[in-house]
């Protein structure tokens, strides 16, 4: 499977993630519950993050206590997302391809659907948790570990597509794991000519980091010009004077003060915007790949005045896609 992963530059990949974004939630119709999936994991990563801030702040301000909860709190969000996010993509992944067969189903029969496959829902979370885990190890692995790092961002990015493969065989066939692989051996060689190109790609790969490192650039700069100007107004988290720290304090007036909660506030809104931007990334792979396996597994079940479309919009071709209509309840 690696040798068929063609991996964008992050031009490309930045020019995918914008095509996408624009056309995805057309090209899936208006169903309402297509976006539950996507609201439900931004609530729960905003609430995770915020735990780890709100801990540092009662860290601070004194109550040891309650910060210990939070961080409690924020790493057993942190371990328990894996399964609650596979979960969410699944239940996700199922509407879409349901969507593509005229079908508009309600979040209850999602969510039984889902119940129906927990068992795999776990075992791709706990293969997710597992990669996550070595590629935190081989981020610390120091100097030697550089070709353990190379070769774990080579599983992240084969994993990521595997994982986005896995998800509509899961919901739409039942298949396992293990049947999930096996197909998709057997469906490279059986891809459209016209969709060739398209069965390895590495959409949008690392585009987060890409569109948030200039962000966080902006917020450190303006917390750290607000923090100046806070200085001595909130104690607890008064820095000290900026001229001690210096080698020649005299360059500095002797009033310059530094609050460092601008900073952490900075710090936080990044970490949202992150983590918000980050569903988004994942729902719309989800929602892609979904249409995908639709169209080369189940063509006969697509609504047929769609199928052209649907095409142009897998190639990400300029053209704007036609909405999937769907019957109202």
Not at 240 to 262: K, M, Q, R, S
Request: include cysteine; charged fraction near 20%; aromatic fraction near 10%.
């Amino acid at each position: 499977m690696s040798a068929n992963l063609r991996t964008p530059g992050i031009g490309e990949r930045l020019t995918q993630l914008a095509y996408l974004l624009k056309h995805t939630f057309t090209i899936v119709g208006r169903d309402p519950g297509i976006l539950r999936p996507w609201v439900r994991m931004a609530i729960y990563s905003i609430v995770m993050a915020s735990l780890f801030f709100l801990a540092i702040i009662a860290f601070v301000s004194g109550a040891a206590a309650l910060g210990g909860f939070l961080i409690a709190g924020s790493v057993l969000m942190f371990v328990y997302k894996f399964f609650y996010f596979v979960r969410q993509e699944m239940r996700q992944s199922w509407l879409v391809t349901e969507a593509l067969k005229g079908e508009r189903r309600s979040a209850a029969e999602a969510g039984a659907r889902i119940k129906s496959l927990i068992w795999t829902c776990r075992k791709i979370a706990l293969i997710d948790l597992t990669v996550a885990w070595m590629l935190n190890m081989a981020r610390r692995s120091g100097k030697a570990g550089m070709l353990v790092r190379l070769l774990m961002r080579g599983i992240e990015e084969v994993w990521d597509l595997v994982n986005h493969y896995l998800l509509p065989s899961a919901a739409v066939d039942g298949l396992g794991i293990r049947e999930s692989v096996g197909q998709m051996y057997r469906l490279k060689d059986n891809v459209p000519e016209t969709l060739t190109g398209v069965f390895g790609i590495d959409i949008a790969g690392r585009a987060v980091g890409t569109i948030m490192g200039p962000v966080y650039f902006l917020l450190i700069i303006g917390s750290l010009v607000l923090g100046l100007w806070v200085g001595e107004a909130l104690p607890t988290f008064y820095a000290g004077d900026i001229a001690v720290w210096l080698e020649h304090p005299e360059a500095l007036p002797e009033t310059l003060h530094f609050n460092w909660l601008p900073l952490l506030l900075a710090l936080w809104l990044g970490k949202i915007g992150s983590v918000i931007l980050e569903r988004v990334t994942t729902s719309v792979k989800v929602i892609y790949f979904s249409i995908f396996y639709m169209r080369i597994t189940h063509l006969e079940d697509i609504i047929p005045e769609i199928r052209e479309q649907l095409d142009s919009y897998l190639r990400m071709e300029a053209r704007d896609p036609e909405p999937v209509v769907t019957p109202s309840t």
